[in-house]
């Protein structure tokens, strides 16, 4: 689409942007276009911002943290992390330049990113209509022929909730368009979607952490990978007509290898917003509260959801998200610090002078971490923090439970050093992606407990699911 207004775009469209181009602070105006997709945001310029004449070196490499621009349409631009990605000469001495821009603001100009600062921002994610499962449009027909003789919207109850651990407001919102001719034919497009306000203005790497923490927790509600459709930033208010509203600024970012599910429905959720809607509130605020102890582990579980890799890869990600879990919320030592120090001493002591300095490194290496807990002996533990219900429906009975975890313990080890000596239980080809399957299940399950969300709901969820009642019966049939 050309020559269209950036604020009336989502970011699964794909537009480009005439205007002029400068950096700030500087009166050097360069025309050019901004290409925008939802994976790749690009500035071709005719002429260069860096203000060198024809035949003088230019750095390349250079990086910026902003461009300014305007539009032939009269939209300011805020171009953010601009990454100088290419510049030619050309006879009689046309210079271009290219950068890669990993995001922008449209609605306003900014002069450095430290000043950038917002009242309150939406969030409109991927199938949020779909789970929360309001119904804003209702139909009526005649009896007579069938024919429909109305469509109304009626604003749909929406829930508001103030968080604690960030001293804001999440609350619902949305958006509609309406497009059509009123002869043949009309499109009434509603999207739901978070908002989030904090208690004073919050700068904009806040607003941006805030709003993939949100977006993380809503990916593990969904089940699946979950995608930003539009970003809305909220400033100073201005008076309309006789109606005061917030100067609004939409932001576009990269999203890489986007797929979108084509028809999602509400029971498609791994949790629906009809499920927890009673304790939205507890579970937002532990899942905020919780944040600094649990982001590797999310960092690792997400990652699965987000990037292609190959299956031995995703294998040893599942078991290192577990592992990182127990370690990070159980002590996990077989010993008092202080007595397994004294123990190990001992041990350097007694073989120091006695054996080849390089044996005594090898097994000082080896003390470093012998004081924790086995994998075999997380997993266990881990396994053991679930109902009876739920272990036996993911893992089997108790045979079959020690059996799974040496096959993850050995594929794992073989996995991480590829010897297989006194390795007789490592898994191959399917075998690893039911396994996977099988983690993942249970991640996902310890970390909707970590929220407040019930265990015997998240059962009944995984059971009814498609992506896990198949592959955790067939893991059964495999593995046990």
Not at 45 to 59: A, P, R, V
Not at 225 to 241: K, S, V
Request: proline share 2%.
């Amino acid at each position: 689409m050309s020559g269209s207004k950036a604020m009336k775009q989502t970011m699964f469209d794909e537009f480009q942007i005439k205007g002029y181009w400068w950096l700030p602070e500087t009166e050097n105006k360069v025309a050019g276009i901004l290409f925008y997709k939802h994976d790749n945001i690009k500035l071709e310029l005719i002429g260069t911002l860096s203000q060198k004449k024809f035949g003088e070196i230019i750095d390349e490499t250079k990086e910026v943290d902003i461009i300014l621009g305007y539009s032939d349409k009269g939209e300011e631009f805020t171009l953010m992390n601009c990454f100088n990605s290419g510049f030619s000469f050309s006879i009689p001495g046309l210079m271009t330049e290219t950068y890669t821009i990993q995001s922008f603001l449209v609605g306003g100009h900014f002069n450095s990113l430290d000043e950038i600062s917002f009242h309150s921002m939406a969030i409109y994610p991927t199938y949020f209509s779909k789970w929360t499962s309001k119904s804003p449009f209702k139909q009526e027909y005649s009896l007579n022929d069938g024919k429909v003789k109305s469509i109304n919207f009626t604003e749909p109850k929406m829930f508001s909730e103030y968080i604690e651990p960030i001293n804001a407001k999440i609350e619902e919102t949305y958006i509609t368009n309406f497009s059509g001719d009123f002869n043949e034919k009309i499109n009434w497009v509603y999207k739901g979607g978070f908002k989030i306000i904090p208690d004073e203005w919050q700068s904009f790497e806040w607003f941006r952490k805030t709003m993939f923490k949100v977006r993380n927790l809503y990916t593990l509600f969904i089940g699946y990978p979950t995608y930003f459709e539009n970003l809305i930033f909220y400033g100073d208010e201005e008076l309309i007509g006789s109606e005061t509203y917030r100067k609004k600024y939409s932001y576009f970012l990269q999203q890489k290898d986007v797929k979108i599910k084509n028809k999602f429905n509400w029971h498609d959720a791994m949790i629906n917003y009809g499920d927890i809607h009673h304790n939205l509130k507890g579970i937002f605020s532990a899942w905020f509260e919780k944040q600094e102890i649990l982001k590797t582990v999310t960092d690792l579980y997400f990652s699965d959801f987000y990037r292609d890799m190959y299956i031995e890869t995703k294998f040893l990600n599942s078991v290192q998200t577990l592992e990182i879990y127990h370690r990070r919320l159980f002590d996990g030592k077989i010993f008092d610090d202080a007595e397994y120090q004294e123990y190990s001493s001992k041990v350097i002591e007694y073989i120091q002078g006695k054996l080849p300095s390089e044996f005594c490194k090898k097994i000082e290496g080896m003390l470093r971490h012998g004081n924790e807990y086995s994998l075999n002996k997380r997993l266990r533990e881990l396994i053991n923090l679930l109902n009876p219900e739920t272990k036996s429906y993911l893992f089997g009975n108790s045979d079959n439970r020690a059996k799974f975890i040496q096959q993850l313990v050995d594929t794992r080890n073989y996995l991480t050093h590829y010897d297989v000596s006194d390795k007789k239980n490592i898994l191959k080809g399917s075998e690893i992606f039911y396994a996977i399957q099988r983690l993942k299940a249970l991640a996902t399950i310890l970390l909707f407990k970590e929220i407040g969300i019930d265990e015997k709901l998240i059962l009944t969820k995984i059971q009814d699911s498609k992506q896990y009642s198949y592959s955790i019966t067939e893991a059964k049939k495999l593995l046990n």
